[in-house]
């Protein structure tokens, strides 16, 4: 016993002479490296967050509503030419495999509201299951025998997934006719009012190339995770949606609940397939060609949030990974185009792209999840606290504003977006390098009303958590390490930091173990 006592004294002493024969000229430069690179980071974060913060104090107090930027009068008929005075109108739904939406969404779509012999519904399907394929074209059949002019199309292959989708139904031959296309994905849901309050902007202004309306999401209170999600999207739509709009006439398209001017789309150069964000490419194209965007924050369609931890992951991938590589391969494009000002070009590659969709991600894993714990272990570099503190909590409370009911949750909402920063940072990354799963794209699952009707009406509130189901190692790793951490500071300590990363370790071990989201039973 005291041989084994005695050797493993001698393994720590050695261990301990290692770490101090390193630390110094090696740990501690490196740590004071990471520490200045994320003040930096956590700055433009902090400066893009307040100037919006107010931009839209700003929109709010001057009243900076759509129809007094832009003209806008209501549609009305016209005695002599009839309907042919209205514009006709395609509505594209892209679909893959919506057992649990089709019926939801292709009865929205039919049930918009606009002269009939000038609107077309395009349903685009992609389904790879013959059961579905034929449940969703029966469902088509049905809406055609009471005189809805809907077409039922599909190809033979997936190439391009949504933007191949897209890009197809453009061919045919009755889009010609068409002078605007709305774009809803399979689980979105429109009022019949959604056209007579969109189309006018576009019939008025013909420098409006894009008229985009906000989301609302019909499961926002189905678990916590959900509620999460809610937190981040509203700030999007409330902030940076409508700072964009009132400001640059730009922002993100985001793919569905939006008009196109089917020439500005042409002359943007149409759908490609190049990212995984093809709906963001086709907006960037868009401004660079000097069309404006207009976003109408008073306009909501339903839709549905990924309620599974499976789900998110792969959305959040997509829209992490994609951005990033988006970034990666029109920066030059940006910077060369001569259509646009310099103030907007700056505004695309800086705010846009950097700060938001490369930054953020990455500062806040590296900065909270790895470079703040590290500096328990090593004293020697200090972290400033307006670094460590003030600015985290203001751009947190800023966040905020977008869902005050929600202002509770805000500790929940912090160790969530940071735990998800992990796969975040990845697909950045990812997308940044052009690496592996770059590509990738997998259809964010919609469970619609599936669950009520496995649970007698009401949807259940179980979390997922099954010992079968793979563990993500990555989070197990980062749960680990800020374990370590905290019990370190518990130790050795003086500031008690050891609280905040003892919550947050156990945070990234549910996340780990897939012990969030909704669960849902085997049929």
Known sequence: MDAFRGSSDDISLQLGLIWNQIKEPLIVPLLRIAVFLCLAMSLMMFVERVYMGIVICLVKLFGRKPDKRYKWEPMKDDVEFGNSSYPMVLVQVPMYNEKEVYQLSIGAACGLSWPSDRIIIQILDDSTDPTIKELVQLECSRWRSKGVNIKYEVRDNRNGYKAGALKEGMKRSYVNQCDYVAIFDADFQPEPDFLW???????????????????????????????????????????????????????????????????????????????????????????????????????????????????????????????????????????????????????????????????????????????????????????????????????????????????????????????????????????????????????????GDALKGKSGGKAPKKLRFRIGDRIHMLELFVGFYLLFCGCYDLMFGKNHFFIFLYIQAFAFFIMAFGYVGTFVPNS
């Open 197 to 447: 309050r969109t189309i006018p902007f576009l019939v008025h202004n013909p420098q409006i190339g894009l008229v985009q309306a906000r989301w609302k999401f019909v499961n926002a209170s189905e678990c916590l995770m959900t509620r999460m999600q809610e937190m981040s999207l509203n700030y999007h739509f409330t902030v940076e949606q409508e700072v964009g709009s009132s400001t640059y006439a730009f922002f993100g398209f985001n793919g569905t609940a939006g008009v196109w001017r089917i020439s500005a789309l042409n002359e943007a150069g149409g759908w490609k397939d190049r990212t995984t964000v093809e709906d963001m490419d086709l907006a960037v194209r868009a401004s660079l060609k000097g069309w404006k965007f207009l976003y109408l924050a008073n306009l909501q369609v339903k839709n549905e949030l990924p309620s599974t931890l499976k789900a998110y992951r792969y959305q959040q991938h997509r829209w992490s990974c994609g951005p990033a590589n988006l970034f990666r391969k029109m920066v030059m494009e940006i910077m060369r185009n001569k259509n646009v000002s310099l103030w907007k070009k700056i505004h695309v590659i800086y705010s846009f792209f950097f700060v938001r969709k490369v930054v953020a991600h990455i500062n806040t894993f590296v900065f909270y999840c790895i470079v703040l714990p590290a500096t328990v272990v090593v004293p020697e570099v200090a972290v400033p606290k307006w670094g460590a503190v003030y600015i985290p909590s203001i751009i947190t409370l800023l966040n905020a504003v977008g869902t005050p009911s929600s202002l509770h949750l805000l500790v929940f909402w912090i160790l969530f977006e940071n735990t998800m920063s992990l796969h975040r940072t990845k697909a950045t990354i990812i997308g940044l390098l052009e690496a592996s799963r770059v590509n990738e794209w997998i259809v964010t699952e919609k469970l």
